[in-house]
């Protein structure tokens, strides 16, 4: 028996409702914003992700699902959205279409990762990203987006972390007053930080190590080493996310997993989720495009984790289900075979209809009808099909009636009606 590979799961229809209310939650609210749905493939060559999320960082250095196919390219499982959004905006030249472009996007990422819950090596995000735009209020709109996306959900105990990266000469002055601090802590910081300590040294200050958070939390702060522009830049967001009425906390140790970020980093962190508990993560970046081969362009986006939100979800609710209207049992030659046909034309007009395919006792079927959660059960016997009746009951009520057909298709639009009403009572 071949399984599962480790890390991947199986999303069973007793749990797809939750993914489509987050996928439809999320085409709703990002809708009315006027972003616009991008379908990027899910692999790309390897050198995209290397120069696009940076070679130092976790994800490229050892969390990426690379080979090489039959044509010796090397390719990689796309680890993240983001990268493959801007090569799609570069390669179609959507930035000749001038202004902004407000793109948003759903689907499985891959990365080598150890497996454990809301952490997979098959994961899902919906992401968005909002090209061509420095304002601190594009920051801000995606910022609010996320947020009303996991509101909208009823999602609840969430909190908004922030932080400012500062442009690249902000960062580079930074990281020399970091790795200064840290430099004579550095046999007491993990091992991993200890390699970043001349790679990569921003990272430390995100570590997940007891003993280096402390050491962290000491360190000189980002935001102290600004320039004019991008601590003016940081203040406007944070003044608007107040005028918004978006609460906020600054994490000075927030600095995000990816090298491209710029400016404003943020993270929106679940209090109900344990260890893995980021829900959403984003941030500016303005110097990716231009590093991809594009023409200058300012950008800001984020990605939540669809995973982790519908672990949140299985605690507030029941498996969104998509109950039918009507189920239709049916018993004998001539019925089994007009069944069908009453079906077909019952879809056609609008209403759910499942068929029951047994042909089993009449009792049976009224079983099954009453577990699916139909409203109402439709009946066709040999002698109802053959004189073009059918008989309809409400499972409810146990009400019954007999219809000529004809008049059960003219009707269909008062028992949409009628049926939305009852399922709306249940
Ligand atoms: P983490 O610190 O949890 O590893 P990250 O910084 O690597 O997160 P991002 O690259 O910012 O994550 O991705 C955005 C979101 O995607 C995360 O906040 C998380 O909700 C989700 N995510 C990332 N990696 C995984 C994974 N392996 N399995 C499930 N969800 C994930
Ligand atoms: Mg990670």
């Known amino acids: 028996m071949i399984q599962a590979l480790r890390g991947t799961r199986d999303i069973l229809p007793e749990e797809v409702g939750y993914w489509q209310l987050i996928e439809a939650t999320a085409r709703e609210i990002l809708g009315r914003a006027i972003y616009q749905e991008i379908r990027p493939p899910i692999f790309e060559q390897t050198a995209l992700f290397e120069r696009g999320i940076g070679e130092a960082t976790d994800v490229v250095g050892k969390e990426m699902y690379t080979f090489k196919d039959r044509g010796d390219r090397f390719l990689t499982l796309r680890p993240e959205g983001t990268a493959g959004v801007v090569r799609a905006y570069i390669s179609n030249k959507l930035y000749g279409q001038g202004g902004v472009q407000r793109l948003w996007y759903t689907g499985p990422m891959f990365r080598y990762e150890r497996p454990q819950a809301g952490r997979q090596r098959q994961f899902h995000q919906v992401g968005l990203e909002l090209l061509g735009s420095k304002a601190p209020r594009a920051d801000v709109e995606v910022i609010a987006l996320a947020t009303d996306i996991l509101q909208a959900l009823g999602l ?28 004579p802590y550095k046999e007491e910081l993990d091992q991993d930080s200890q390699d970043r300590l001349t790679r990569n ?5 995100d570590s997940k190590d007891p003993k280096t958070q402390e050491i962290a939390r000491n360190a000189p702060k980002i935001t102290e080493h600004l320039s004019d522009e991008s601590k003016k830049h940081f203040d406007t967001v944070l003044q608007l996310l107040t005028d918004l009425d978006i609460k906020y906390q600054i994490n000075h140790c927030l600095v995000r997993g990816l090298d491209y970020y710029t400016h404003t980093a943020f993270e929106i962190i679940s209090a109900d989720l344990g260890a893995q508990a980021t829900v959403c993560g ?3 970046y303005d110097g990716l495009v231009s590093e991809l ?18 672990l949140l979800l299985q605690e507030l609710q029941g498996n969104p289900v998509n109950n039918p209207d009507l189920y239709l049992v049916s018993r004998g ?94």
């Open 293 to 310: 081969g594009g023409p200058e362009t300012q950008a800001v986006g984020w990605a939540i984790g669809m995973e982790r939100l519908v």
């Open 201 to 205: 040294p921003l990272r430390i200050l």
């Open 156 to 183: 609840k105990n969430l909190q908004l972390d922030i932080n400012s990266v500062g442009n690249g000469s902000d960062r580079q002055q930074y990281r020399e007053a970091l790795v200064n601090y840290l430099e």
């Open 282 to 284: 984003g941030g500016r």
């Open 333 to 426: 030659e001539i019925a089994e075979a007009k069944s069908l046909i009453l079906a077909q034309k019952l879809r056609n007009a609008g209403l759910s209809i499942e068929l029951d395919l047994s042909g089993s006792a009449f009792g049976k079927q009224f079983k099954r009808a009453d577990r699916s959660g139909a409203v109402a059960c439709l009946i066709l016997g040999d002698a109802e099909a053959e004189n073009m009746t059918v008989n309809l009951k409400w499972l409810a009520s146990g009400e019954q009636q007999t219809l000529s057909q004809s008049n059960l298709l003219g009707m269909t639009e008062e028992l949409k009606t009628k049926i939305a009403e009852i399922k709306r009572s249940f």
